[in-house]
T-cell receptor, first 113, second 114 residues
């Protein structure tokens, strides 16, 4: 079945550091890839998506590029802020209507001032 | 104004009882979903509905029954509750299209089964 692997369970950085959270997937065909962010006590919030090879998704300074060759969709941000502290989830969804999302285990991002 | 409403926010239940989790969405979407998040597992898909019809069910237990009384409602009935059912349950919605739809999530209902 489909799966998403996020290798970092937790990432701790200082403000203005460069961020990378790794996401690799396993799926047949061309799934859509997503990043969601979850703050304490809230539901996951859609950050952005990409649907085809080499497409870049971006929002709020975060970005990721769909790479079919390496089956990856790594999240990056050039300069993190304390307000970016949250849990980040990579997810994939098959094409078609009303299809499930398969989520990675999530990466806790801690930004120290 | 919140676009996806889940009620209640918190719920405490005793083992063996039955509860209904409410979800209403005001995004005009025609697909709705339930996911579960617990300490043991990441966000886990449970059900999907499209135009009020069940599309996918990944919940092995029949104790979990979605109920779609209106186009923008998808409630979740849980019977014979067990402590292992303790989790946060998220409702989501999307607009079915030609490709994978973007799903938007509600704030969740935190269920604790004693």
């Amino acid at each position: 079945g489909d799966s998403v692997t996020q290798t970092e369970g937790q990432v701790a950085l200082s403000e203005e550091d460069f961020l990378t959270i790794h996401c690799n997937y396993s799926a047949s065909g061309y799934p859509a890839l997503f990043w969601y962010v979850q703050y304490p006590g809230e539901g996951p919030q859609f950050l952005f998506r990409a649907s085809r090879d080499k497409e870049k998704g971006s929002s709020r300074g975060f970005e990721a590029t769909y790479n079919k060759e390496t089956t990856s969709f790594h999240l990056q941000k050039a300069s993190v802020q304390e307000s970016d502290s949250a849990v980040y989830y990579c997810a994939l969804g098959e094409t078609g209507g009303a299809d499930r999302l398969t989520f990675g285990k999530g990466t806790q991002l801690i930004i120290q001032p | 104004d919140p676009k996806i409403i889940q009620k209640p926010k918190y719920l405490v239940a005793v083992t063996g009882s039955e509860k209904i989790l409410i979800c209403e969405q005001y995004l005009g979407h025609n697909a709705m979903y339930w996911y579960r998040q617990s300490a043991k597992k990441p966000l886990e898909f449970m059900f999907s509905y499209s135009y009020q019809k069940l599309m996918d069910n990944q919940t092995a237990s029949s104790r979990f029954q979605p109920q779609s009384s209106k186009k923008n409602h998808l409630d979740l009935q849980i019977t014979a509750l067990k402590p292992d059912d303790s989790a946060t349950y998220f409702c989501a919605s999307s607009q079915p299209g030609l490709g994978q739809d973007t799903q938007y999530f509600g704030p969740g209902t935190r269920l604790l089964v004693l």
